[in-house]
């Protein structure tokens, strides 16, 4: 279904892209084909020979549940189209080896999903693409680090576990003039709190593992953008056999369209917690984009419209002390996702940022008494009795 250009979002994610077929079922159905059939050999090569839409072959993505939830990821985030993928990671990985062959450098700023840094710091640079990370204070030399050879500046915003906030604006802008994509990963703000393709980016990234999937059920990821960079990607998703099962498109198409109520709803328990563990005696420091002492509080208010359900924040104590408060979390599950219904706890020493050098911590500010939070859509009361609890010894 094609929606009004002009529709809101909630209506977007609801009726955006759905295949209606002949029974009437009101929106898009499962069809877990691998296949389809062509009343004829000419029927076949039309499709193959591109002068024809029509579905073909699953994992070449030509399924009508897969193109359904594409259609409605692109009108979600704003792009011409998207590709979805079997996981965040098999969309990170298609969408850089379809901009940087050997040779080529990429810019990688701030904090990123462990596995991110382990693709760029050690599997791209065997295959000759090499990734200068750049720490977000540092962002004042970003055009002095941006090469002849740079194809791509990767960030994501707000960051993983510090909940950094970076212009996406004045980013694009800087690498936009010297040739190079900016490519976001809006996993954390998710397209109801931030659309980076309206603010100058080339490329979305997501884990649709996380908020769009959005009840810890799913695995999956997706690529939006003009159709012009889509093209080279689809490619690679294709051969790298790194498709979504239809299953899996049918169940995040399902949970889209309650992606606005849900991610409001993530948005305002957020906030009330944030403000609270900021007056916590045994709080040192509570990261949040909401909070006026967020040391990018007014980049966030402009570029976001909400700030989210993630955040961190810091213990008084040592590592064991942590890892005591956490123990005693009941209605918060130790476990390294988020974005779900469920609150997740993790301490990102032990589960995201396990494999980084205790120097590579220090320097990215990840100390032993950080403790990040994704806040589920529990009762924010009861959120609150289950932290208060933990933290008082
Ligand atoms: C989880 C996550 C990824 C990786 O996604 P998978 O679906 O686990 O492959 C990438 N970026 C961010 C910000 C994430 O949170």
């Not at 990170?92 to 840094?117: N, P, R």
């Not at 996993?187 to 603010?199: C, E, G, H, I, S």
């Not at 709080?283 to 570029?303: D, T, Y």
């Not at 301490?347 to 806040?375: K, N, Y």
């Amino acid at each position: 279904m094609t929606t009004a250009p002009n529709a809101g979002l909630s209506t977007r994610c609801i009726h955006a892209g759905d295949h209606l077929d002949s029974r009437g079922g009101i929106h898009t159905p499962l069809y877990n084909h691998s296949t389809f059939a062509f009343p004829d050999t000419q029927g076949v090569l039309d499709v193959v020979e591109g002068r024809a839409s029509g579905n073909l072959y699953t994992r070449y993505g030509l399924n009508p549940t897969i193109r359904a939830v594409e259609e409605k990821l692109a009108s979600i985030e704003g792009g011409d189209n998207a590709w979805v993928f079997s996981s965040g990671m098999a969309a990170e990985s298609a969408t850089f080896l379809s901009f940087c062959k050997t040779g080529d450098h990429m810019i990688c700023i701030g904090d990123v999903y462990g596995g991110t840094f382990e693709l760029l710091g050690s599997n791209l640079p065997s295959l000759g693409i090499s990734t200068t990370f750049m720490l977000g204070s540092e962002l004042g030399r970003l055009d002095d680090v941006i090469k002849d050879n740079t194809r791509v500046v990767f960030f994501e915003t707000p960051t993983n576990p510090n909940m950094e906030v970076f212009d996406i604006a004045s980013i694009s802008a800087i690498a936009r003039k010297r040739g190079a994509l900016t490519v976001v990963d809006n996993t954390f703000a998710t397209p109801v709190n931030q659309r980076p393709l309206a603010l100058g980016a080339d490329l979305v990234i997501h884990s649709t593992t996380k908020y769009l999937g959005g009840h810890s059920d799913l695995t999956g990821g997706a690529v939006i953008g003009p159709s012009k960079l889509l093209e080279p990607i689809w490619m690679w998703r294709k051969n790298l056999g790194q498709m979504m099962a239809p299953e899996v498109a049918f169940l995040l198409a399902r949970s889209l369209r309650t992606l606005v109520v849900r991610v409001k709803a993530h948005n305002t328990s957020a906030a009330a917690l944030a403000l609270r563990l900021a007056e916590h005696p045994r709080v040192a420091q509570v990261n949040f984009p909401g909070l006026v002492s967020h040391p990018q509080h007014e980049l966030a208010k402009g570029q976001m419209s909400g700030f989210g359900g993630m955040l961190s924040f810091i213990v008084r104590g040592d590592a064991k002390e942590t890892a005591a408060v956490v123990d005693k979390l009941k209605l918060f599950s130790i476990a390294p996702s988020l974005g779900g219904v469920e609150s997740l706890v993790t301490q990102p020493i032990t589960t995201t940022h396990h494999g980084l050098t205790p120097d590579e911590r220090a320097r990215r500010g990840i100390v032993d008494g950080m403790v990040r939070i994704s806040v589920g859509l529990e009762d924010v009361e009861d959120l609150w009795a289950d932290l208060e609890h933990a933290l008082n010894p």
